[in-house]
Antibody
Framework: EVQLVESGGGLVQPGGSLRLSCAAS????????MNWVRQAPGKGLEWVAN????????NYVDSVKGRFTISRDNAKNSLYLQMNSLRAEDTAVYFC????????????WGQGTMVTVSS | DIQLTQSPSSLSASVGDRVSITCRAS??????LNWYQQKPGKAPKLLIY???SLQSGVPSRFSGDKSGTDFTLTISSLQPEDFATYYC?????????FGGGTKVEIK
């Protein structure tokens, strides 16, 4: 069974840092672009970042550029999101999502991990 | 950035109704438009990719179409399990963007 499992969420103060992880199983992880998508409480979906199969290409939404870094370790079948200088508006459930091969559509999602930025 | 405007933002319908949701793109995105279903507390589920291709395992009552920069998700006969929020998403370029969502509620 293909599965993505996020971890690392929690409560952090404004200006703080957090590192999210996403563990993949049941798929050839190194074959796919991977993504982070977030959803603020009661709000819609927002794409955050993606990373190419070999990690050589990364893209970010403007609101997180310079603060968040996406990375991956194909040997560990894992995706990461390092989040620095966190703001209240970063409060959301963060999902990792796998691309449907060759298309930037997200066909497999994790269950999400909650990040709360508050003092 | 490409903006996606979904309409309506919510609708009430009965089991068996035919339901259509529209997603308008702010510029041409070819066929790079995808649709998701999300239920409360759950991750989104891919329904349709590249305008009209049905994701594996998704019932055939779901379909997608386009006219210019207007894209439509249609549910031919609404079932109890279809009450959820639906989002469109463009995969034409980054930043990848989503529409604001359409909540389908029971009438």
């Amino acid at each position: 069974e293909v599965q993505l499992v996020e971890s690392g969420g929690g409560l952090v103060q404004p200006g703080g840092s957090l590192r999210l992880s996403c563990a993949a199983s049941g798929l050839t992880f190194s074959s796919y672009w991977m993504n982070w998508v977030r959803q603020a409480p009661g709000k819609g979906l927002e794409w955050v970042a993606n990373i190419k199969q070999d990690g050589s290409e990364k893209n970010y939404v403007d609101s997180v550029k310079g603060r968040f870094t996406i990375s991956r370790d194909n040997a560990k079948n894992s995706l990461y999101l390092q989040m620095n200088s966190l703001r209240a508006e970063d409060t959301a459930v963060y999902f990792c999502a796998k691309e449907r091969l060759g298309i930037d559509a997200f066909d497999i999602w994790g269950q999400g991990t909650m990040v709360t930025v508050s003092s | 950035d490409i903006q996606l405007t979904q309409s309506p933002s919510s609708l009430s319908a009965s089991v068996g109704d035919r339901v259509s949701i529209t997603c308008r793109a702010s510029q041409s995105i070819s066929n790079f438009l995808n649709w998701y279903q999300q239920k409360p507390g759950k991750a989104p589920k891919l329904l349709i990719y590249t305008t009209s291709s049905l994701q594996s395992g998704v019932p055939s009552r779901f379909s997608g179409d386009k006219s210019g920069t207007d894209f439509t998700l249609t549910i031919s006969s609404l079932q109890p399990e279809d009450f959820a929020t639906y989002y469109c998403q463009q995969s034409y370029n980054t930043p990848l963007t989503f529409g604001g969502g359409t909540k389908v509620e029971i009438k």
